[in-house]
């Protein structure tokens, strides 16, 4: 049976097609990230979207109209998550001018299920009953999770998004300059006191949640160790190492950063110190042994909610 899912987020599109047998077990038959900018910089636009990015997104959507129209998909399931629930009755407004123009009914989910995809998403292949504390990292949103594969124990839902952190303290900057020193240290102050809640000192290992991520990390050069608990997040990383690569990173303009790291996710380079500020801090917290990436999103339990 044939199932597609649509994340819409905060800075990109995220679009899953899988194939589910009568075992339940997944293959995935295609997957899209494409970056459409829907909630970049709404706060200075009355908490609505920008009309260019609006419409970046709509044409995405008609994009993956179009695809699953060519498929034999018996289930669809279409989300938004930080973005339009940002928008409040704006996000309605958006919702059913999508639904208008594509044709697509989306969901609005809360933070908390958001939280709830991403933990089923990230753990279901470990071969271990060790905690560990899950990140996901998003544009506008951070979910901490801690817990097994068998228990989710503890949730803790922020607000310290790379894009949110880029809009509320570097907001004038554009492609050929960097965030200064100050305004480093208040996004680092701002995300310390939204901390507040996380547990010190439990040393459980931070899978770090991106749909990239592990790209990411191998494109900057970072030192990936061999990890052998999960099929699916197959390497670990010191905590030394994103500390240094962050230092490093801060004083190059944004433009630089995409000529040094060519990556396929076009603009990464652009909040990636605020995501790394997010992870660093937590792992300082609960004084973390290493970071295992994870190219996991929610698309996977959001399909993991689509099997029969």
């Known amino acids: 049976m044939k199932v597609a899912v649509i994340d819409v987020g905060t800075l990109k599109v995220k679009f899953l097609v899988c194939d589910i047998s009568s075992s339940k077990k997944s293959e995935t038959l ?42 034999d998909v018996k289930k669809l399931r279409v989300v938004s998550t930080h973005a339009l629930r940002e928008m409040g009755e704006v996000g309605k407004e958006v919702a059913n001018k999508i ?23 990230v753990m279901k292949d ?32 922020l607000k310290t998004g790379a894009q949110f952190l880029f809009d509320k303290f570097s907001p004038r900057h554009t492609g050929n300059d960097y965030p200064t020193r100050e305004e480093i240290g208040n996004m680092q102050d701002y995300v310390m006191k939204e901390l507040t809640p996380i547990p010190e000192g439990i040393k459980t290992p931070v ?20 990890y052998y608990l ?8 010191k905590i ?19 000529e040094i790291y060519k990556l ?16 660093i801090n937590i792992c300082k917290k609960e004084q973390s042994p290493f970071v295992i990436p994870s190219n996991s999103n929610i698309n996977e339990g959001l399909v993991l909610s689509l099997q029969p």
């Open 30 to 71: 295609y997957r899209s990230n494409t970056l459409t900018c829907l909630g970049v910089r709404m706060n200075e636009n009355n908490n609505r979207p920008h009309d260019e990015y609006l419409q970046q997104t709509i044409d995405e959507l008609k994009r993956c109209k179009d695809f699953l129209e060519k498929e």
């Open 230 to 237: 999960s099929k699916s997040h197959p390497y670990r990383v």
């Open 99 to 121: 639904k208008k123009d594509v044709g697509l009914n989306i969901e609005i989910i809360s933070q908390d299920e958001e939280a709830n995809l991403f933990f089923q998403a």
């Open 207 to 226: 899978i770090y949640g991106s749909s990239c991520i592990i790209d990411v990390f191998k494109q900057i050069g970072f030192n990936l160790e061999k």
């Open 126 to 157: 470990f071969k271990t009953d060790k905690d560990f504390t899950i990140v996901d990292v998003g544009g506008g949103s951070v979910q901490i999770l801690i817990g097994n594969k068998n228990k989710l124990k503890y949730k803790y839902l």
């Open 240 to 258: 030394s190492e994103l500390e240094k690569f962050s230092e490093n990173i801060i004083s190059v303009p944004y433009n630089k950063r995409e």
């Open 264 to 279: 396929d996710q076009k603009y990464y380079m652009w909040g990636i110190e605020k995501a790394f500020l997010n992870i």
